[in-house]
């Protein structure tokens, strides 16, 4: 069986792109803090949302509709609008992480097809369980922090769909639960959608070095006409006690290309590419890639060797957690 | 860096003696052009759309500044830059590969090739907001025609010729499996 | 019953579970102290790496026995995130402690018994009256919200739970527990894989400093966990989180007089120490901390009101 893939798009004409490029599934979301990517310039409005809807469904593609952000108390019901509207334009599924959020999908909607987002950080069996229990859900997107044996094993105990990620960029932290980028900035993945916000980050040239700071916090410090990479915080270089360096995570990005035969073998359903901030360029060439590569593995052919590098950040990439050793 | 074509410098020393207020004009007629053609930009741009944008493009003769709110793209001298929110430095090369969407915004900013300084929020606009409208530069140029564009058009048809930049946006390929 | 103690001007202090790895003796003697602390309740258990309780689980039962000869109420709590067999059935096996559980990974709520109550901790994800209301239905009794809320949500929130009689927790004192990974940083300072880490968070009793390449003051790494490296504080907050009809505070262990640290907040909390008089008395106590409250402000957790 060829494993889903699930791709990502920023705006329509990203979705577009994907479709053509041979995704099985697109997920975005609608321009507001209800998504984990409310960057600026990007996500659907909901007549887009519609439209895209509709491009998808003509030519046999599925649209997964991103809600999972954590509502704000006391303004559940612009997440709740949300659902209703994407349920309505017709999405094959519903990406949620919140409980309150789900249990109210569950109850309001109740033949909509709920995943579980990665934000919700349902990292063993009891934690995929619970929610598929509670709230029917169908699907969950796996935390970037397990190897592929561990994922073989949640596998084994649970009678819901997995979902991982293969490329694009790389959370080392818990998604979900993890505050760093509001304690810089104010604003977090939870909260508003965001990590490491663009209206935070300064650029200044300084003594012959590029130095990115997020929320007055130094990130990185780089030589003029070196790559000064995003700064996102966990990416940073930093010191503690005698030592200087990436202490959270190099610059690199995910490629598990190569664990795709072992995540089918662990029983895997879908494979997810991160990225609905990248262009349409990024999105048809990834996705044209890892098509090939899921049909090469579902016709017990080699790999095709993928030539991703240059669309890496720092031109760079890993495993990840997949490796035990990435711990 | 991606290894980019770099502007010739005899098309550049041919550019320099360009009057800067007919090329203001041009490129404001080209801004305004895209902008009713393609409203998605300014939607998506939302209350970035007041950030004045500088593109140093480093291998042009002249700083370009973008105010897309008010429609306006202006050409100044490299000796007077004007006031600005944010600055995107780079070769044109790279510039043009990002407006047609040949190369991602994110990967040319990783790698070096496109450099910001400033209001790094209304430059992430800005990139997504172009990728979403699908430009093609020689269409809109040649579709503008008249008098006010035809330095632009002129130019363009030049740089084109010489360099074997993108002008154009890249067709999505067919499937490849 | 503890819901009996929410209503405004009725705040009483949670000492939350320590996040380090402390040495036995030192485990000991903390709990010692806290049983003789003005503090309401006490969560206790391993909270951060599963492989560090082998090193300090005998304390526990003592520890138990002396908070509640005290009076204390105390809570057994969970990990903030629990991947391993091991540690699901570490997990399993608190439910049977006789104990009021503190859930700080989602995933034990499936195992807490049909019927039992529960608590719920920090490193869940309690943003919004809908979620609150959820837990409350499967036995929530006490909430610990996530520290990067502000007061306005906290306010918002504190009410659902007085409505479905949960009683509402804020962050009061210490490092901000900000992220929890499947990488262990400690380990990676040294060069050393997580599985073979040689227990090297345990030199650094309050967790290891880590400051950007311009020399400010930013993170702390404690294991898998990562903290602020400041040191919140909720104390120029006690009027509108009173207001707010919020039920306790928690304060996070730290080493030092954590004691007089709890007496500090208990004083400003009945009333005979102002704010300002309490600030600087906790100053005075905690040299080189510095002081945050960022969230509760709606902003940068890392920035300070005063």
């Not at chain 1, 659902?83 to 409980?99: E, Q, R």
């Not at chain 1, 397990?146 to 818990?174: K, P, Q, S, W, Y």
């Not at chain 2, 450099?115 to 979403?132: H, P, Q, Y």
Request: with cysteine; glycine share 10%; proline share 6%.
């Amino acid at each position: 069986m060829v494993m889903e893939l699930v791709c990502p798009a920023g705006t329509p004409a990203a979705l577009r792109a994907a479709v053509e490029a041979g995704a099985h599934a697109v997920y975005c979301g609608f321009a507001d803090e209800t998504n984990a990517r409310n960057f600026p310039g990007l996500n659907f409005s909901r007549e887009e949302m519609a439209e895209g809807i509709a491009h998808a469904h003509v030519r046999g593609v599925k649209v997964l509709v991103a809600i999972n952000t954590f509502p704000r108390a006391g303004d559940e019901a612009i997440w709740h609008r949300a659902v209703a509207d994407a349920s309505h334009a017709g999405a094959d599924a519903l990406i949620l992480a919140d409980p309150g959020l789900l249990a109210h999908a569950a109850d309001r909607h109740p033949g909509q097809r709920l995943h579980l987002s990665v934000q919700a950080a349902a990292a063993n069996p009891d934690a995929i369980n619970l929610y598929a229990e509670a709230f029917g859900v169908r699907r969950v997107v796996l935390p970037r922090v397990l190897t592929v044996e561990e994922i073989a094993a949640i596998n084994r105990e649970i009678d819901v769909e997995t979902e991982v990620f293969v490329f694009g960029g790389l959370c080392v932290m818990a998604e979900g639960r993890c505050s760093l980028s509001s304690y810089a900035t104010g604003q977090s993945p939870n909260m508003n959608g965001v990590c490491s916000p663009a209206s935070h980050v300064a650029y200044s040239g300084e003594a012959g070095e590029t130095v990115a700071r997020l929320g007055g916090f130094t990130i990185h410090r780089t030589p003029k006409g070196q790559p000064a990479p995003y700064p996102t915080l966990c990416k940073g270089c930093f010191t503690s006690g005698e030592q200087t360096g990436h202490i959270f995570e190099d610059p690199v990005s995910l490629d598990a290309t190569r664990v795709i035969p072992a995540l089918a073998r662990a029983g895997v359903s879908a494979l997810k590419i991160e990225g609905r901030q990248r262009s349409r360029a990024y999105v048809a060439e990834v996705v044209r890639n890892f098509r090939a590569a899921v049909e090469a593995v579902a016709a017990g052919r080699p790999l095709p060797e993928a030539a991703l590098l240059g669309l890496t950040e720092g031109q760079a990439a890993t495993t990840g957690a997949y490796a035990k050793t990435w711990r | 860096m991606t290894a980019m074509p770099r502007l010739p410098r005899a098309l550049a020393l041919a550019a320099r003696p360009l009057p800067l207020t007919p090329l203001s004009l041009a490129l404001t007629a080209l801004t305004r052009r895209l902008t009713a053609r393609h409203p998605g930009i300014l939607r998506r741009l939302g209350p970035h759309a007041r950030a004045r944008v500088l593109m140093d493009v480093t291998d042009a003769p002249v700083l370009l500044l973008l105010h897309p709110e008010e429609g306006r793209m202006t050409a100044h001298r490299r000796s007077r830059p004007p006031a600005h929110d944010a600055r995107i430095t780079g070769l044109l090369a790279a510039f043009l590969a990002m407006l047609h969407g040949a190369a991602d915004g994110d990967a040319l900013f990783f790698s070096g090739d496109l450099a910001i300084e400033g209001d790094t929020g209304a430059v992430l606009a800005l990139r997504n907001a172009l990728d979403d409208a699908e430009l093609d530069l020689s269409a809109e140029l040649a579709a503008i025609g008249g008098c006010p564009a035809a330095p632009l058009v002129r130019f363009a048809g030049l740089a084109e010729r010489l360099t074997g930049y993108r002008l154009r946006r890249v067709a999505e390929e067919g499937r490849a499996w | 019953m503890a819901h009996n103690a929410v209503g405004p001007a009725a705040i009483d202090l949670t000492v939350g579970p320590n996040p380090f790895f402390w040495p036995a003796a030192g485990v000991r003697d903390f709990y010692e102290r806290m049983s003789a602390a003005p503090v309401a309740r006490v969560v206790i258990g391993e909270w951060v790496c599963s492989k560090r309780l082998p090193f300090w689980q005998g304390e526990i039962p003592l520890a138990i026995d002396r908070l509640r000869q005290a009076g204390k109420d105390v809570a057994l709590t969970t990990l903030a995130l629990i991947t391993l067999k091991r540690e699901r059935r570490l997990t399993a096996d608190l439910m049977d402690m006789g104990l009021p559980v503190e859930v700080n990974d989602l995933s034990a709520l499936r195992l807490v018994p049909e019927g039992a109550s529960f608590w719920v901790g920090p490193m869940v994800n309690v943003y919004n009256e809908g979620t609150l209301r959820w837990l409350a239905g499967r036995g929530a009794r006490r909430i610990c919200l996530p520290p990067e809320l502000p007061l306005a949500s906290v306010a918002v929130l504190a009410e659902a739970g007085r409505a479905e009689g949960v009683a509402v927790e804020v962050w009061g004192h210490g490092r901000v527990p900000l992220a929890i990974s499947g990488r262990c940083y400690h380990a990676r300072l040294h060069d050393r894989a997580k599985d073979s880490c040689q227990f090297v968070c345990g030199e650094d009793a309050d967790g290891r400093d880590v400051d950007t390449l311009d020399g400010q003051r930013f993170l702390t790494v404690n294991g898998v966990q990562t903290l602020s490296q400041t040191t919140a504080s909720a104390l120029r907050w006690l009027g509108p989180l009173a207001n707010a009809g919020v039920g306790s505070l928690r304060l996070s262990p730290h080493s030092g007089d954590f004691a007089a640290v709890c007496t500090e907040y208990a004083e400003a909390l009945a009333g005979r120490r102002t704010a300002g008089e309490a600030e600087g008395t906790l100053r005075a106590l905690l040299p080189g901390h510095r002081l945050s409250d960022g969230f509760l402000a709606g902003g940068a957790g890392a920035a300070w009101s005063g």
